[in-house]
């Protein structure tokens, strides 16, 4: 079992339809992270959030930290909000300060 | 905001050849960089945390004389891929924490990655 866990993997949306990806994890963190990749591979850091709920414009990331779950949530879908959305989660593992373990990400797309 | 610059984005080199990939922080000091490595369809896995002024710590499994990793300096990390196999083609990202007291202590900023095919 992966220790960060994301559902679902693939998503399939028409635009303005209001989206929900989730992210569970295993392990002990100091923080959480949403990255979004697109198709030529860039990454770009979304949020990083250690408790309660964040927003950046149509986007809103909530964490729970007793139920070690997240939720990145899109307001009013977009076609450009089509990416790769992976969740990452940051502590010290094995030794390793700030070391990242990602999930496998969600595969959106948001159809016109 | 923070940038990290990555380069090259795309080298294609035949097999037995060395690639090095360079990460340039261009506005902030890094004292601790990241490298990642992601195969087709798959998450990205931590190859090595790379610290300025010391040695490389890599991860299980990472061989550290094939995947060479340089810190000299605050702004750059450098990953040389020694003795390219066509296994090893892959997408290698890199990313950057900037150091304490900076603005963004706490974000960490990904390059746009390097895409490695060995042929």
């Known amino acids: 079992k992966n220790e960060v866990e994301q559902s679902p993997q693939n998503l399939t949306a028409q635009e303005g339809e209001f989206i929900t990806i989730n992210c569970s994890y295993s392990?002990?963190?100091?923080?959480l992270h949403w990255l979004q990749q697109h198709p030529g591979g860039g990454i770009v850091s979304l949020f990083m959030?250690?408790?309660g709920k964040k927003k950046h414009g149509r986007l809103i990331a909530t964490i729970n930290i007793q139920e070690k779950h997240s939720s990145l949530h899109i307001t009013a879908s977009h076609p450009r909000d089509s990416a790769v959305y992976i969740c990452?989660?940051?502590?010290?593992?094995?030794?390793?300060?700030?070391?990242?373990?990602f999930g496998t990400g969600t595969l959106l797309a948001v159809q016109p | 905001g923070a940038v990290v610059s990555q380069h090259p984005s795309w080298v294609i080199c035949k097999s037995g050849t060395s690639v090095k990939i360079e990460c340039r922080s261009l506005?902030?000091?890094?004292?601790?960089m990241f490298w990642y490595r992601q195969f087709p369809k798959q998450s990205l896995m931590l190859m090595a945390t790379?610290?300025?002024?010391?040695?490389?710590?890599?991860e299980q499994g990472v061989e550290k004389d094939k995947f060479l990793i340089n810190h000299a300096s605050l702004t750059l990390s450098t990953l040389t891929v020694t003795s390219a196999h066509p296994e090893d083609s892959s997408f290698y990202i890199c990313?950057?924490?900037?150091?304490?007291?900076?603005?963004?202590?706490?974000?960490?900023?990904f390059g746009a990655g390097s895409r490695l095919t060995v042929l």
């Open positions: 990313s950057a924490r900037p150091r304490t007291g900076y603005a963004g202590a706490n974000v960490l900023t």
């Open positions: 990452a989660v940051g502590g010290n593992y094995g030794g390793a300060t700030n070391k990242l373990i």
């Open positions: 959030l250690s408790s």
């Open positions: 506005d902030f000091q890094a004292t601790t």
């Open positions: 392990v002990g963190i100091s923080a």
């Open positions: 790379s610290n300025e002024g010391s040695k490389a710590t890599y």
